[in-house]
């Protein structure tokens, strides 16, 4: 089907598959106006597409896994949350009972399960009075704007991020009122602000890198990361260098050709990447030039360094204070996580934590006089300062338990297996193990060391059941590299074996000698 669109001029004369039909006869922003009555009918009685497309403009997600019971998408810019912000989202999660709970996700932010559509609106008041929002959060909008999870605090950094995640934030969202600018896209659209040299970002559609040109700081502008079902590949230089104040207009002009101009009919084939490598990338910053004004070259801007880890307790910039780094198993808080977070946030530290995308928390401020009564604390115990180094380096996806996409139970299945390896096996370093249930690959399969993608898989037996391909060789900072395919279809009950195999073979893991005391 071809469209004419009078508010859409972009749409016009495009062959749309039915997703982009359907966004094109409403604009999912339209649900807002929506929500109070949707909330009266109750989810039986709401319009299909309503319910199961646009209802993610505003970051609530119909799940087929969990019909009734919703999960809700939190922005959180640069993953900063005060106490506060925390004993609100723990009061949310708290409502359902066991069917609440609350993911940290690989983009900074949080999502919510459980959640009753009966409840939304009184929801995101509460959120909107504790400065939250879930507006754009899901589906073809611009997602979180990540940056340097110790932005302000970090002693390496080059610049303090939140400023200009936050201006981003509010210039793709219209400050948190829904942007229609960018309602309609062809697909997600992932923004970041890197501030250190650490800080690798390059899975994103636009990052922007800090460096100096004759003195003066500003921006190396990088394009076109993707991790999909497609393609897996990181983001290219655009060769272009801004200031600051111009890190908006450059996206706006970098977004606005690939929403006018990229793919709407094969849905694969829509995300920006894609687009890119078909325009070929002199071409596209020849049209960004065109839209934007004249480019500066990038004097070099570069992510050259091995991220860190922020495990453990480290000095702040500041003088007297540290932050310190907690391991989130595989990323998942109940509501008493969350207010007990919030507690010894305020009890030892400034009253704020941030969220890594790896899932994990840092809590900030903490006084050199609290440091050891933090230790002490009951919660290090559930998350941990120090974790063994194959659940340190563990992220994962949601998975099959609320992903009707997942293929697994990745969060469960990586859970085990990292605790049971540390238990068995010695690591020279923490390693990056990334789990994805579907190729989809939210949990940034290629991005790890090792990477697990969920799939179909035949057992000994011959019964077809959970199973992962195993990609290898994923990598950040200086050289990256996306991991290259080492097995297909790994049955799931052998998935515990495979790893450890590949542990000792390929990264130097060592059988930990028992104990002649135990």
Not at 386 to 408: D, K, M, N, Q, R
Not at 446 to 470: C, F
Request: net charge negative.
């Amino acid at each position: 089907m071809t469209t004419s669109s009078p508010s859409r001029p972009y749409l016009d004369g495009k062959k749309l598959n039915k997703i982009e039909q359907n966004k094109a006869a409403k604009d999912g922003l339209l649900v807002g106006s929506e929500i109070e009555k949707f909330a009266e009918l109750g989810w039986e009685q709401v319009d299909e597409t309503d319910l199961q497309l646009r209802l993610k403009w505003y970051g609530m997600f119909w799940r087929p896994k969990t019909p009734g019971k919703f999960m809700l998408r939190l922005r959180i810019p640069n993953g900063v949350l005060s106490a506060q912000q925390l004993r609100v989202v723990a009061s949310i999660v708290e409502r359902y009972g066991d069917n609440g709970s609350c993911d940290i996700t690989t983009r900074q932010n949080l999502q919510l399960r459980g959640v009753l559509l009966g409840d939304l609106p009184e929801i995101l008041k509460r959120l909107k009075e504790a400065e939250l929002s879930t507006i754009q959060s899901g589906f073809d909008n611009p997602r979180n704007v990540t940056g340097n999870p110790l932005a302000g605090i970090d002693p390496n950094e080059i610049l303090d991020t939140r400023p200009y995640t936050n201006e981003l934030e509010n210039f793709l969202t219209n400050n948190r009122r829904g942007n229609s600018e960018y309602s309609n896209l062809p697909r997600k659209w992932n923004t970041a602000v890197a501030g250190a040299r650490d800080n690798f970002l390059l899975h994103n559609d636009i990052a922007f890198h800090p460096v100096e040109k004759d003195g003066e700081m500003g921006f190396g502008v990088w394009i076109g990361g993707i991790l999909s079902s497609q393609m897996n590949a990181y983001a290219v230089p655009l060769n272009a260098w801004v200031r600051p104040n111009e890190i908006c207009r450059m996206t706006d002009s970098v977004i606005r050709l690939w929403r006018d101009n990229g793919e709407r009919n094969k849905r694969p084939k829509g995300r920006f990447r894609i687009y890119l490598d078909e325009v070929g990338h002199a071409a596209f910053r020849d049209q960004v030039e065109e839209l934007f004004g004249p480019l500066t070259p990038d004097p070099g801007s570069v992510f050259d360094t091995t991220p860190r880890s922020h495990y453990g307790i480290h000095p702040q910039k500041q003088d007297g204070v540290s932050f310190a780094g907690l391991h989130v198993p595989v990323g998942r808080l109940t509501a008493q996580d969350l207010q007990d977070l919030a507690t010894a946030s305020i009890t030892y530290g400034s009253g704020e934590v941030r969220l890594t995308e790896d899932q994990n928390v840092i809590v900030v401020g903490l006084d050199s006089d609290k440091i050891k009564s933090f230790k002490d604390d009951p919660l290090l115990l559930r998350f941990p300062l120090e974790p063994g180094a194959i659940a340190a380096g563990t992220v994962s996806c949601t998975g099959s338990t609320y992903c009707g996409f997942a293929l697994t139970n990745t969060k469960d299945q990586a859970l085990a297996a990292a605790q049971e390896l540390d238990k068995e096996l010695e690591l020279p370093q923490e390693l990056k193990i990334h789990w994805t249930g579907c190729p989809n690959t939210c949990g940034q399969a290629y991005m790890g060391a090792i990477g697990l993608t969920g799939t179909k898989a035949k057992n000994s037996e011959g019964i077809t059941g959970d199973g992962y391909t195993m990609t290898l060789g994923g990598s950040q900072g200086a050289n990256p590299t996306v991991g290259e395919l080492h097995r297909k279809a790994i049955p799931a009950e052998d998935i515990k074996s495979v790893l450890k195999e590949v542990l000792i073979e390929r990264f130097g893991a060592k059988p930990r000698t028992a104990d002649p005391d135990s």
